[in-house]
């Protein structure tokens, strides 16, 4: 790689165009080009008819990829995001595979970056499969009139009456925040889920990056992890928390860890993770203590024993081509929750070919590890929380039928508090403020509003599950969970419908 | 829809089917022609001792899964008597599958450490289920289950159920809306000594079998009453509940009531019994030697009246059929959803009848 540009110039796929007839240049206007944090926009002198010169917004077409923050922001309406992909007149190839290549043999050269979770056209199985409803044989029930539960419980549960049960923890929405550390999204962000979660009775995942000592104060709602790069863990980071979560893997990057650029380690970033400052944040692959299932199971205990049994201790994995046994053997090992996280995971940073290609999506994960665990007679030892790719209330929904307790979601909240999914995450410009720490760009996250936006998604979302529920005939969602005999596949062939463990529609 | 009639005589008082006939009689309505049957406890006091088979072959005695099954029972227990049940075909149900009862005892030697003579037992049913063209219509000591396809009242002049003596009657009348109609499929559903009647169509199905198969239960059947009577099985003979936390399991109480009460119990059975939740509508009777529970889901989507005359106890999906079997009663009640009616024998007639 030596930087060398071109000799032709490559366009971005995306950029702004201005109505200037809307647009309030003349009364001296420079929003967008303020808000725009890539530099796409600039301000350029044009003569109008007058004779006056005035800055006019321009297009730079250098950065835009339509994450459409000038578009909300300008108050006269005045712009609109025009696609201009690199089209090919080849059938195979297409400008995305054709563009990666000329970025690669440009100025960017090496490993392409990108952030949030896969976008391959692979199957979506959720979209492939359909709840059933009650008609007349049983009564459906609604939610305005009859009470309708949506509380889970996540924890070990012994086998039979009579036995110990493990700390639990209490989720009103069977819904929590998951892992996005401090470094890939600001303290605002976190707070502001901290706040919801709180607020509304559920959990919010510190990530990787230490937790912020200002935010402890709700260690009750908070679960922290203690991932490869040991960032920010110590007694106290342990004992601030609901339960302790020991990442292996993440779905938009299976295999491979991270990276937090020196750049982004800030004062506060560094006192929480335990760095110096300005030093690289790197997360190795694997964890350097663990090579194997019978070194998880020793931290596993560990962290028990350090927090005296009172937490539960969950561990994170990818969902993988062997994910039945893994889970398996993860439950064996210790953990009293295990969360899996499918190939359509978000992320801060990952590479392109990783987050394209690895890893398999979390409808067929959870359904296999719940059966896996259901033959071994294990199941109730330990609940499965499903993440990745999950989008809306019936994904969630359709997640606990297939064997989920709980799911995590990352994205949604990205989006709740704004996100236009441009996927430069890693940049650390952050046109909302979400994935950034930068002054001036972090401010733009209202804690207050975006506390707000976040309680509304999931108030939404438990009201959206209580409809589906009532429809269905369900008042208290534990009789939803594995329960397939629900569901019913469209357009899926016999290996799908047997992995599902689901019927075809009309049988 | 399905109908339901329950008698126990709390003193022991044998009566015989011609009752209950007539009471499941007046709720044709609640039925289709589809299923119908009777379950009678006390029907074999010289036999009391054995666990008392009632087994439904295919066809007829020709049918080789009879020696099959016979050579099975014989492997694994002491056969004392085993005979044709017999049957009364008339215009209304002309032909039916063969019915032969056997009065057994496991061949002790045969049962493992840890294993109780019940376990066993259901060990041998699930063997017979999973055979070729033989069902185990029912297993308990001193209990008989009659069933087929048709009305109920059809169904016992079919076996003739006036000729047996119970102290404990339960009938069902038949309106499936899941499962086909099938001699096999009707109701009273009965494991060991405990039977199920039940009128309703559980939602929580591929939850609850997917425990009884962790737990190693087959559901066969595909009906929601073999799940009820396999998750109260499950939960009071081999996790020890009391029958009232057996009730509790699978219609609780609300999260917010649990709260506001700090029954911690309560929440811990929850809590580990999630599966065993049963949710959708539900009208149960449940009975077991020594007595019967009545239970409806927690919404009270269900139909189902109790009703007491000295110390006989009623249970019914419709009144009608209280009123016709004794228009006077002492009390007459509809149980709330979700909370149990316990109807307990006696004391001393327990022993004597079992």
């Known amino acids: 790689m030596n930087g060398m540009e071109n000799n032709w110039k490559t366009i971005p796929p995306f950029h702004p165009a201005f109505d200037i007839e809307r647009c309030d240049y003349k ?481 | 829809m399905c109908g339901i009639v329950g008698i126990i005589n709390t003193n022991g008082q044998r009566i015989d089917g011609s009752h209950i006939q007539e009471a499941i009689r007046i709720q044709r309505d609640r039925g289709n022609g589809l299923g119908g049957g009777f379950a009678v406890y006390g029907a074999y006091p010289e036999n009391r001792d054995k666990y008392a088979f009632h087994i439904m072959y295919e066809g007829d005695r020709h049918n080789p899964a009879v020696s099959a099954v016979e050579d099975y029972l014989q492997s694994k227990a002491n056969v004392y008597q085993s005979e044709q049940i017999p049957v009364y075909p008339n215009n209304r149900i002309p032909r039916g599958p063969y019915f032969k009862r056997y009065f057994l005892k496991p061949i002790e030697e045969f049962l493992s450490p840890q294993q109780t003579e019940e376990d066993y037992i259901v060990e041998i049913v699930m063997h017979i289920n999973s055979m070729q063209d033989a069902f185990v219509v029912s297993s308990g000591k001193n209990v008989g289950v009659f069933k087929g396809m048709g009305y109920p009242e059809d169904i016992a002049d079919y076996f003739r159920i006036e000729d047996y003596r119970g102290y404990m009657w339960v009938a069902h009348n038949r309106f499936p809306t899941n499962t086909p109609g099938w001699w096999g499929g009707a109701h009273p559903f009965t494991i060991l000594d405990k039977t199920v009647v039940h009128n309703g169509e559980i939602t929580s199905y591929g939850t609850n079998v997917r425990w009884l198969e962790m737990n190693g239960y087959q559901c066969l059947l595909q009906t929601d009453t073999e799940v009820i009577s396999y998750i109260y099985d499950n939960l009071t003979r081999r996790d020890k509940l009391s029958k009232r936390d057996a009730c509790y399991v699978m219609a609780p109480t609300l999260w917010e009531e649990i709260d506001r009460r700090g029954d911690e119990k309560d929440r811990y059975l929850r809590q580990i019994y999630g599966a065993a939740i049963i949710n959708g509508p539900f009208g149960i009777v449940l009975t077991h030697r020594d007595g019967a529970i009545v239970l409806n889901d927690r919404n009270k989507l269900r139909p189902v009246v109790c009703a007491q005359v000295g110390s006989t106890y009623y249970a019914s999906s419709e009144e009608c059929s209280i009123r016709f079997l004794s228009p006077e009663v002492d009390r007459i009640w509809s149980p709330r959803g979700g909370e149990p009616v316990m109807i307990d024998m006696l004391e001393g007639y327990k022993e004597a009848l079992s």
């Open chain 1, 27 to 507: 009364n001296g206007c420079t929003i967008c080009a303020k808000e725009c944090s890539f530099g796409e926009i600039s301000l350029h002198p044009v003569k109008d008819v007058d004779g006056e010169v005035r800055y006019r917004p321009w297009a730079n077409l250098t950065a835009c990829n339509s994450c459409q923050r000038c578009v909300k922001m300008c108050p006269e309406g005045a712009i609109h995001i025009e696609h201009q992909p690199m089209h090919t007149s080849h059938g195979y190839w297409t400008s995305d595979y054709a563009s990666n290549i000329w970025r690669q043999a440009g100025a960017e050269g090496g490993v392409l970056l990108v952030g949030n979770g896969a976008t391959g056209p692979q199957k979506r199985y959720f979209d492939h499969i359909m709840f059933d409803a009650c008609q007349v044989t049983n009564p459906s029930i609604d939610p305005l009139r009859e009470p309708m539960e949506i509380r889970r419980y996540l924890g070990r549960k012994p086998a039979r009456y009579g036995e110990e049960i493990g700390p639990q923890l209490k989720l009103d929405v069977p819904i929590m925040f998951g892992a996005m550390s401090f470094g890939a999204v600001n303290k605002r962000v976190q707070e502001a889920e901290a706040r919801a979660t709180q607020a509304v009775g559920t959990y919010w995942n510190t990530g990787e990056g230490g937790f912020h000592k200002d935010l402890r104060i709700y260690g009750e709602n908070t679960i922290v992890q203690v991932a490869s790069g040991r960032f920010g863990v110590s007694e106290d980071y342990l004992k601030s928390a609901a339960a302790v979560e020991i990442k292996i893997g993440q779905g938009a990057k299976p295999g491979i860890g991270g990276h937090l650029p020196g750049e982004k380690v800030l004062k506060a970033i560094s006192e929480t993770r335990m760095i110096p400052e300005g030093s690289d944040a790197l997360s190795p692959a694997p964890h350097h203590d663990i090579y194997s299932i019978e070194d998880l199971r020793q931290l596993i205990y560990a962290i028990k024993e350090a927090m005296e049994y009172r937490v539960p201790v969950s561990v994170k994995i990818a969902a993988v081509h062997n994910v039945a046994p893994i889970v398996s053997g993860v439950a064996r090992a210790g953990a009293d929750i295990i969360a899996i996280d499918g190939f359509r995971g978000g992320t801060g940073a990952t590479p392109l070919q990783i987050r394209q290609s690895t890893g398999i999506p979390i409808e067929l994960a959870i359904s296999a590890a719940d059966k896996r665990l259901r033959e071994e007679g294990i199941r109730e030892t330990v609940s499965l929380v499903a993440s990745g790719g999950i989008m809306c209330s019936s994904d969630v929904l359709k997640a606990i039928c297939l064997g989920a307790d709980a799911v995590y979601v990352g994205t949604p909240v990205l989006v709740a508090l704004g996100c236009g999914l441009c996927q430069r995450c890693f940049s650390g410009k952050c046109a909302y403020g979400i994935t950034t720490n930068k002054p001036g760009l972090a401010e733009r996250i209202d804690v207050e509003q975006a506390t707000q936006a976040l309680k509304n998604l999931l108030h939404a979302w438990g009201e959206e599950i209580k409809e589906l529920m009532g429809s269905m005939g369900i008042s208290a969602i534990e009789a939803l969970r594995s329960n397939r005999d629900r569901l019913r596949g469209v357009g899926l062939n016999e290996e799908e419908l047997k992995i599902l463990e689901i019927k075809h529609a009309g049988a």
